[in-house]
């Protein structure tokens, strides 16, 4: 019997791998799933650095369980507030399309959840891969209450990059020796900087280098010759900074949830509310090795946590070997950049760029120029207990001159959906209400900003350009601005006041990185780009929560496009009262 022979014609062959796509396609969907979670936000007893203290957690973890989903899974976690604080749970770096509900920022998108109550955030993941986290958004409960969001490619839909063997998720915090809440309290209270954090942490641990904390040190575990995906997330309340491990070199190959262009280093940076996925190869003597994490400071004469936290790298040879032996050699301690080395965090940063060539808006409908920074407000009392600030002042901090209020009776969101007045204005300046030498010897009768609770109007589909630039009132610093709802395009950086005349002529307008936290540089500036296709009321802000509670903040309203697809959902029924 002849075997029989098949050919494809080409038009057939087109109409095959056309249909064979569509199913892969229908099936990635058919397989994204539902997760169905429960935070509980508790008090409990945590010992760190030999005292016990009552924290505030999610599911009495600290930090926080961490969430693993799929790009296109929906999720819907039921937050359960039995503390004694309003709380609010932000999901940080998810667009939250047309779903400002689910976006969590206390009194903008939403009123809290008051003790006692519940309230269940239901979001989808759409094209979003990579590592991400969440977080409270109200008050300083986030120094304890936060974990990762890890958010894997469909089923079937590779990394970009060799599969590593295991993934390990390190989340960077602070950790005070007392009540952070009572921390910040005190600062609002006396006007002046609040105290700087105890120590940092990995995962919730110091680590070797503080007292009482060895023997719970977090430990990595590795073979030799295998690579691992450490997923890094800054979960630090105020605090940009270095991460390295000793002898070792890190592939950069992804931030924010963004593929990068692979490139290796020794030490990254990472600010707070960024995240980082590195590749490291166990290439290395099998032998203990550090991983360490110390502060990024750019302000000048301002007190700061100079202490390192580390976790252990751990060739599991080196372990078994000691064991035998009934001994463990000490780890090897990492280099780290010094406190203050902006030169070494610039030249990481600008390593960073998009895989390939990818759209950015060229025609710009809306060219705005944000100063940031902080500002002194003047006491009529000599001598106050409320004016511990400089020469009798308080601390305060703006965009363009004007320091953010918060509402205390209604949500942004609710008030702008519901059309409630009174709640804010409009009229947030595009530009600095008085143009100056933003970097040099600032006259005193600028460092005063005004108050109020302004917001900026943008029309759906508007292709936006924003300057941030800092100042020197006070001092200049690295501001991370983190901008819910989007991910942005960072074109372009540099130092001094930037040149609208020269500057953009230097524009990275082929691969510049995706962010949705970038810092300002110290004395300098940073321009991203973005189309404003996700209708809502969105916050942007210094994510040193130090700042954000000083007013460093502003809004976008982004209107409502043409048709459902392009308007904000309906609230959802258990929407908190306000």
């Keep these: 019997m002849e075997a029989s022979s098949f050919t494809l014609k080409p038009w057939s062959s087109c109409l095959f791998l056309c249909l064979l796509a569509f199913l892969t396609l229908l099936a990635s969907f058919a397989a994204a799933e539902t997760h169905y979670h429960e935070f509980v936000v508790e008090a409990k007893p945590v010992k760190r650095l030999c005292r016990t203290h009552t924290i505030i957690t999610v599911n009495g973890q600290f930090p926080g369980p961490n969430l693993e989903v799929r790009n296109g899974d929906s999720l819907a976690i039921k937050v359960t507030n039995r503390a004694k604080y309003n709380v609010t749970i932000h999901w940080h770096g998810l667009?939250?399309?047309?779903?400002?509900?689910?976006?969590?920022?206390?009194?903008?998108?939403?009123?809290?959840?008051?003790?006692?109550?519940?309230?269940?955030?239901?979001?989808?993941?759409?094209?979003?891969?990579?590592?991400?986290?969440?977080?409270?958004?109200?008050?300083?409960?986030?120094?304890?209450?936060?974990?990762?969001?890890?958010?894997?490619?469909?089923?079937?839909?590779?990394?970009?990059?060799?599969?590593?063997?295991?993934?390990?998720?390190?989340?960077?915090?602070?950790?005070?020796?007392?009540?952070?809440?009572?921390?910040?309290?005190?600062?609002?209270?006396?006007?002046?900087?609040?105290?700087?954090?105890?120590?940092?942490?990995?995962?919730?641990?110091?680590?070797?280098?503080?007292?009482?904390?060895?023997?719970?040190?977090v430990r990595i575990p590795v073979e030799s010759g295998e690579t691992i995906l450490l997923r890094i997330i800054n979960s630090a309340l105020n605090q940009e900074l270095f991460f390295t491990i000793a002898n070792h070199r890190l592939t950069v190959v992804s931030a924010d949830a963004a593929y990068t262009k692979p490139f290796t280093t020794r030490v990254i940076m990472v600010g707070p509310g960024q995240t980082t996925d590195v590749l490291l190869t166990a290439d290395q003597p099998p032998a203990h090795y550090y991983a360490a994490a110390r502060v990024y400071q750019t302000a000048q004469n301002a007190p700061f946590d100079n202490t390192t936290t580390t976790a252990i790298l751990e060739y599991k040879s080196a372990a078994a070997c000691s064991s035998k032996k009934g001994k463990f050699s000490a780890p090897v301690l990492p280099l780290l950049p010094a406190f203050n080395?902006?030169?070494?965090?610039?030249?990481?940063?600008?390593?960073?760029?998009?895989?390939?060539?990818?759209?950015?808006?060229?025609?710009?409908?809306?060219?705005?120029?944000?100063?940031?920074?902080?500002?002194?407000?003047?006491?009529?009392?000599?001598?106050?207990?409320?004016?511990?600030?400089?020469?009798?002042?308080?601390?305060?901090?703006?965009?363009?001159?004007?320091?953010?209020?918060?509402?205390?009776?209604?949500?942004?969101?609710?008030?702008?959906?519901?059309?409630?007045?009174?709640?804010?204005?409009?009229?947030?300046?595009?530009?600095?209400?008085?143009?100056?030498?933003?970097?040099?010897?600032?006259?005193?009768?600028?460092?005063?900003?005004?108050?109020?609770?302004?917001?900026?109007?943008?029309?759906?589909?508007?292709?936006?350009?924003?300057?941030?630039?800092?100042?020197?009132?006070?001092?200049?610093?690295?501001?991370?601005?983190?901008?819910?709802?989007?991910?942005?395009?960072?074109?372009?950086?540099?130092?001094?006041?930037?040149?609208?005349?020269?500057?953009?002529?230097?524009?990275?307008?082929?691969?510049?990185?995706?962010?949705?936290t970038i810092g300002t540089n110290p004395g300098g500036w940073v321009a991203i780009r973005f189309v404003a296709d996700n209708p809502g009321v969105w916050l942007m802000h210094c994510h040193l929560d130090a700042h954000l509670v000083l007013g460093l903040a502003m809004a976008f309203v982004v209107e409502n496009g043409n048709g459902p697809l392009q308007s904000v959902i309906p609230p959802p029924a258990d929407l908190p009262r306000c």
């Design 95 to 217: 667009r939250q399309l047309r779903n400002p509900w689910a976006d969590g920022p206390a009194y903008i998108t939403q009123c809290p959840i008051q003790p006692g109550a519940t309230y269940t955030y239901r979001f989808t993941i759409q094209d979003q891969e990579g590592t991400l986290w969440w977080h409270a958004h109200s008050q300083w409960l986030r120094a304890t209450v936060y974990g990762a969001l890890i958010i894997y490619p469909r089923l079937g839909s590779p990394y970009p990059f060799s599969m590593p063997k295991k993934e390990f998720p390190i989340l960077l915090g602070e950790w005070w020796d007392r009540n952070p809440l009572d921390v910040q309290r005190l600062a609002q209270f006396t006007g002046g900087a609040p105290n700087a954090s105890d120590a940092y942490t990995i995962n919730g641990q110091p680590g070797d280098l503080y007292r009482c904390s060895k023997q719970e040190t």
């Design 341 to 516: 080395d902006t030169a070494t965090a610039t030249a990481y940063n600008v390593q960073i760029k998009s895989p390939s060539r990818v759209q950015i808006p060229t025609q710009i409908d809306e060219n705005l120029f944000f100063i940031v920074g902080l500002g002194l407000i003047n006491c009529t009392v000599p001598n106050s207990p409320r004016c511990q600030g400089p020469n009798n002042t308080r601390f305060a901090a703006s965009m363009n001159n004007v320091s953010f209020v918060f509402p205390r009776t209604n949500s942004l969101m609710q008030a702008y959906y519901n059309g409630i007045p009174g709640v804010f204005t409009t009229d947030f300046p595009p530009v600095p209400p008085v143009q100056f030498d933003y970097t040099g010897n600032v006259s005193r009768g600028l460092w005063t900003p005004s108050r109020g609770t302004k917001l900026y109007k943008l029309k759906y589909g508007s292709s936006v350009q924003i300057v941030m630039q800092d100042t020197s009132i006070v001092t200049t610093e690295d501001h991370p601005m983190h901008l819910h709802g989007y991910h942005f395009y960072v074109v372009g950086s540099g130092f001094g006041n930037f040149n609208p005349r020269t500057d953009p002529a230097k524009f990275n307008l082929i691969d510049p990185p995706l962010r949705n």
